[in-house]
Nanobody, 120 residues
Framework: QLQLVESGGGLVQPGGSLRLSCLVS????????IGWFRQTPGKEREGLSS??????NYAESVKGRFTISRNNAKNTVDLQMNSLKPEDTGVYFC???????????????WGKGTLVTVSS
């Protein structure tokens, strides 16, 4: 059973940066696409970025600000978030699936999430 654990969330001021990390265990990272998703109160879970061994995918809302990367040796997928805005506040989840999709329903395995708060 594939397991994913997020880390790196916290409180950051607007304009600041955070780096989230997703540790994947129970499987080979190269066999999966890993995505980052965000959940905010009253909204549907939003796909932010995803990465596989072949390509990457970004939502328009984060393009140019967020960068996804994977380290197969460490079995991690990181999300570097720059120029953070208050509307980036939410619980961030990583998930695994077979394609670099931004649609949550297409992902098969999920972590429990890490909270990011962007506030002054």
């Amino acid at each position: 059973q594939l397991q994913l654990v997020e880390s790196g969330g916290g409180l950051v001021q607007p304009g600041g940066s955070l780096r989230l990390s997703c540790l994947v265990s129970g499987g080979t990272l190269d066999d999966y696409a890993i995505g980052w998703f965000r959940q905010t109160p009253g909204k549907e879970r939003e796909g932010l970025s995803s990465i596989s061994s072949r390509n990457t995918n970004y939502a328009e809302s984060v393009k140019g600000r967020f960068t996804i990367s994977r380290n197969n040796a460490k079995n991690t997928v990181d999300l570097q978030m720059n120029s953070l805005k208050p509307e980036d506040t939410g619980v961030y989840f990583c998930a695994a699936g077979v394609t670099t999709t931004l649609y949550p329903l297409w992902m098969d395995y999920w972590g429990k999430g890490t909270l990011v708060t962007v506030s002054s």
